[in-house]
């Protein structure tokens, strides 16, 4: 093999080792990148499951009725408050 072969062929396995190296760090880079989405992923669907219970619980009627007799004072109204209508009647 000539000098000038032997060079060449040195030069092109220091490339080769160059763009191994580039793409492993890369790929790590992207392996940690995806294991960062995960785990925004996992934190969301904890933050939505906990939303979802909260709004189940914030729209019980039970709740809704205590509320609406504490702070704005509503009752059901009696018998002599309440009106019945009649379709078609006149």
């Not at 191994?20 to 925004?40: G, K, Y």
């Not at 609406?68 to 009752?75: D, G, P």
Request: aromatic letters at 4%.
């Amino acid at each position: 093999m000539s000098n000038r072969s032997l060079i060449t062929v040195v030069a092109l396995l220091i490339v080769c080792s160059l763009l191994l190296v580039n793409s492993q760090h890369q790929a790590r880079r992207l392996f940690i990148e995806l294991e960062r989405a995960q785990l925004r992923q996992r934190n969301l669907e904890t933050e939505w499951d906990q939303l979802q219970y909260e709004q189940s619980t914030l729209a019980k009627h039970s709740r809704i009725d205590a509320i609406a007799r504490a702070s704005l004072s509503m009752s059901v109204p009696g018998a002599a408050r309440t009106q019945y209508l009649s379709v078609g009647a006149r």
